[in-house]
């Protein structure tokens, strides 16, 4: 016992007099704040004049190239769609008449469906690996006339600003958020940074209107382009489109992928 | 015979516990026993720096964002009244993400914005330089980046040979100060950032920490 205890005390002893090593610290907190940033760069004439006084016109349509051009930078992923809006003056869905040339046959109706306007993109959606629908973008060529085509017919969903299903066309991306490369979105990125010749963010729009003759805007499609909606499949036989000034708009949405 | 079992096991426990606590109290204490070979061995001042990096336009994603001098580390080792020519001090820096359930590659979560399927930023992310008049430290005037929670780099390393101030030496490690010996003893930070574009948006945090040490 005696031994313990001597030990006890040396112990306590030596633990009194052991010493910790000087040091000091210094701290720097760092904050990230990521903020997501899509910029879209759009230019194209503040309006766009479709003016069919030519019964060439009406069997070929206007098409003007290149018309807007969409530049996108993101430091997300993102998904790029086209929707066909309007006041809803004349209806939900359709152009708004602004003026009557004074046609008062009764098949020559004001209801020219939005999904009238066809765009044709110049850079095929490289993002649309999830698409389901029959048509997932606006990359194809505008289709000849004689034969209705809904390839190009712009999405339009009631007039609403809504995004396109899987079934419907995005310019860019597309309905979902799978985070796989190629199935739904575009990574962030911007066109300042891309070399070629082409570019995904980089597009060309080209709009033609197709009224036909008698003026029914065959080419006018639902969103999915599955079905025609043009003035005589959505109203009645004998219908058309009654001369008048309209007027609607294509809305460019961005939006990350999420 | 029981009996004499019982007194012969509790005879050698009594052995055994005197082995124990021998070794416990004198020969433990005896290597943990250090020396101390310097006086004073601090940063001035050693107060906590923050710096904010908020990324909101297009081109600070695309070149990333750079502050020179966010702060400056500024080292203070004094001898003992009775010099002692082991004098000696090491500089390192270690990142922490506040560990936790963060994972150890990534920076601490604070704040999502929206809910893409994006990554969390990688630590790597970040790069620290450290740089004085005399380039003193190995890693002068190089950015230098961490991988996961608790690495740690060298500044002026651990182990090495006494050096002394006032010749503009590499590692230099000896006893001195910023106001003698300013281009020794004084070490300007830049911190660097430069995302990519397959980051989640939101705020995230890291934290730096200095540690300066008497070598032993």
């Known amino acids: 016992m005696k031994k313990l205890s001597l030990s006890f005390i040396v112990g306590v002893g030596m633990f009194a007099t052991s010493y910790a090593q000087l040091q000091d610290e210094k701290d720097v907190t760092i904050t990230m704040d990521l903020q997501p940033v899509l910029q879209l760069d759009m230019s194209t004439s503040n309006q766009l004049e479709f003016v069919f006084d030519d019964i060439s016109e009406y069997y070929s349509g206007i098409t003007h190239y290149a018309a ?8 997300v992923s993102w998904d790029l769609y086209a929707v066909g809006r309007s006041n809803g003056t004349t209806a939900a869905g359709m152009w708004d008449q602004q003026l009557d040339y004074g046609s008062n046959n009764p ?13 044709r993109q110049s850079q095929a959606n490289s993002g649309d690996g999830a698409a389901a629908g029959a048509f997932s973008d606006y990359s194809q060529a505008f289709a000849t006339t004689g034969a209705a085509n809904a390839g190009n017919s712009l999405y339009v969903n009631g007039g609403a600003i809504t995004p396109p299903s899987t079934n419907d066309k995005y310019i860019a991306g597309h309905a979902g958020t799978s985070g796989t490369a190629g199935q739904d979105f575009i990574a962030g990125g911007s066109y300042l940074t891309q070399t070629g010749t082409t570019s995904d963010y980089y597009y060309a ?43 609607m708009y294509v809305q460019y949405v961005l939006l990350e992928d999420q | 015979m029981h009996k004499n079992k019982f007194i012969f096991y509790t005879r050698n426990i009594s052995k055994l516990k005197f082995h124990l606590l021998f070794s416990f109290f004198i020969i433990i204490p005896s290597l943990l026993k250090a020396q101390i070979h310097c006086g004073t061995v601090e940063f001035i001042p050693n107060s906590p720096l923050t710096q904010d990096f908020t990324f909101d336009s297009f081109n600070q994603y695309l070149g990333g964002i750079t502050f020179n001098n966010i702060g400056q580390l500024r080292i203070n080792v004094e001898d003992k009244a009775i010099v002692d020519p082991d004098c000696r001090w090491f500089l390192t820096m270690e990142i922490s993400n506040s560990g936790g359930g963060t994972p150890a590659g990534e920076w601490e979560t604070l704040v999502v914005y929206g809910g893409g399927a994006a990554t969390t930023p990688p630590i790597d ?17 190089l950015f230098q980046t961490f991988t996961n929670h608790g690495d740690v780099t060298n500044i002026i390393a651990d182990g090495l040979a006494r050096n002394d101030a006032g010749n503009c030496n590499l590692n230099v490690n000896g006893p001195g100060d910023y106001l003698t010996n300013y281009n020794e ?16 948006p939101g705020i995230y945090q890291l934290s730096v920490k200095f540690h300066l040490e008497e070598q032993m």
């Open chain 2, 185 to 200: 003893y004084t070490f300007t930070i830049d911190v660097r950032i430069k995302p990519n574009f397959t980051l989640k």
């Open chain 1, 68 to 75: 807007t051009i969409l530049k996108i930078s993101s430091t």
């Open chain 1, 107 to 119: 098949n020559a109706i004001d209801q020219i469906p939005l999904s009238a306007v066809e765009l």
């Open chain 2, 125 to 141: 992310l970040l790069q620290i330089r450290l740089r004085n008049g005399c380039q003193t430290s190995p890693i002068d005037g």
């Open chain 1, 205 to 247: 729009i080209d709009y033609r209107i197709l009224p036909d003759l008698p003026a029914i805007f065959p080419n006018a499609a639902n969103a999915a382009g599955t079905a025609f909606v043009d003035i005589v499949t959505a109203n009645a036989a004998g219908n058309y489109a009654e001369p008048g000034v309209y007027t």
